[in-house]
């Protein structure tokens, strides 16, 4: 373990990662209970990314936030503190002994475990309370993305297309951006309901004295992916989807899961 100004680094794992620094401080405070606060009562984005914020400044790792649609949220690292890594945010609202919904949305962007050759970390949670009161973290998932999709060739090819030259009079066109719906980090690890955990691929081999593993979770990769769709406009929106075998098919992958030890 080195010591770096107020803050712990991890050396023993095989794999350099931030993801364990982040994770603590997510962590801690979760168990402190500081909330996330809405920066108003319609803000149903920003208030899981300022959390995650002060979390990057508290463990002292550097980043930058990219735009609304860029993927991931945040880059993580740099010269200064490398690797460089990425966290996605998504926010659930719990409610009534459930999460919101079992998947998440992933507007314009296929979400991966990889992106510009570096790893992404999705940076799940489930929150109560509403409006513009303070929102309490109630689960929380730090998760290599790999976990819900690990297809990096489809993700990397990912467009956003105009189809012009549509309707009556030629001048409409149609902007095919995409939503991706996924299960997220909580339908996969049901047991982390009401936890605060970290999911990394098996194979980095992480080991740090604040975390305990509590288990593995496995993912088999399925026989065939979507390599391309026809929508037939004129007869209801009928799909017809074309698909390929995956080289790897039932490769199976394996997660370890951590919490924080107290």
Known sequence: MVDRGGFVESTSASVSTHSVDIYAACARAALDHVPMTPRSANDKEYFPQDWLIDRFE???????????NGYPDFWAGGTSRPPIEGFEVKSLAFANGRPARRDFDCNSTIPSGRKLDRDVFLAFFLYTGGGASPRPVHSLSIAHVDLVNSDYAVADAHANVAIHRFGS??????RNRKMYVFPHPLSIDPGGLGRFRLI?????????????????????????????????????????????????????RVFEVFELRR
Request: no cysteine; proline share 4%; charged share 30%.
């Open 169 to 174: 009079y030629g001048d409409g066109f149609i």
């Open 58 to 68: 508290e463990a002292g790792i550097p980043f930058v936030q990219q735009g609304r």
């Open 200 to 252: 990394v691929p098996v194979e980095w081999g992480v080991e740090d004295e604040r975390l305990v593993r509590v288990g593995q979770l496995q993912r088999d990769v399925a026989s065939d992916y979507v390599e391309s769709y026809t929508v037939e406009l004129l007869r209801h929106g009928e799909v017809e989807a074309n698909r390929s075998p995956y080289a790897d098919a039932g490769t199976r």
